[in-house]
């Protein structure tokens, strides 16, 4: 195919002095007829391909592709950050649910001493004081002098009864402190609803003549 300089120009789309130069340096084959200058097409270059559509949709393609993994990656970050703080929060959750149930059971532990306290103050007769009881519990106990207690017989005679304190009962056995104090707690507790529990001036007294003691006095 031959083409003219004009037609050429048009054909490949380019300028007029381009072509001009590309001839002058017998980059072009091209021959002259009746003083025209006519260029040899099939021997030389292609005409310029356009941008087709399919290469417009591959190019939005890539950059959409690029464009997800950009997204893909900021998601990624924004879930890594979310489960740090979700995790942090848990950890100070557990922190405080902790603190809150070591204090719980300190509370707990100090209302039921509270509880045991009233129990044990409910239980005294209102008439003798509380403090009155327990201070008589630790108190020395001394022996009272023998006390005489009329008791009617044939003869109207009179016989003496000896008291003895608990504390001094006490002193005399071999057992130990604790199981002592285990005793006078029991005689404290039963004072008021226990007849055999005598009880004067802050102390405990045993009449042994007239009453058993051994449920109260074992160990």
């Keep these: 195919m031959r083409l003219t300089i004009d037609d050429y120009a048009k054909r490949f789309e380019l300028p007029i002095a381009t072509i001009h130069s590309k001839l002058r340096a017998k980059e072009l084959d091209y021959t002259i007829e009746n003083g025209k200058v006519y260029i040899l097409s099939e021997e030389t270059m292609q005409p310029k391909q356009k941008t087709s559509v399919g290469t417009i949709i591959a190019l939005y393609q890539k950059e959409n592709q690029h464009l997800k993994t950009r997204i893909a990656e900021l ?50 007769p209102i008439s003798t004081p509380r403090e009155q009881i327990e201070n008589s519990v630790d108190a020395d106990l001394e022996e009272i002098e023998p006390v005489e207690i009329p008791k009617q017989t044939k003869s109207d005679s009179k016989t003496q009864l000896q008291k003895l304190s608990l504390r001094k009962y006490l002193k005399n056995t071999e057992l130990e ?15 008021g609803s226990d007849i055999r529990v005598l009880h004067h001036n802050g102390e405990f007294y045993l009449d042994l003549s007239k009453f058993d003691y051994s449920d109260l006095l074992k160990v």
């Design 75 to 124: 998601e990624s970050k924004i879930d890594k950050l979310i489960h740090d703080k979700e995790q942090m929060l848990r950890e100070e959750r557990d922190r405080i649910e902790h603190l809150y149930q070591s204090k719980d059971e300190q509370l707990k532990t100090i209302l039921e001493l509270v509880n045991t306290k009233l129990q044990l103050s409910q239980s005294a």
């Design 177 to 191: 402190a604790d199981e002592k104090r285990i005793i006078k707690r029991r005689f404290a507790a039963a004072y």
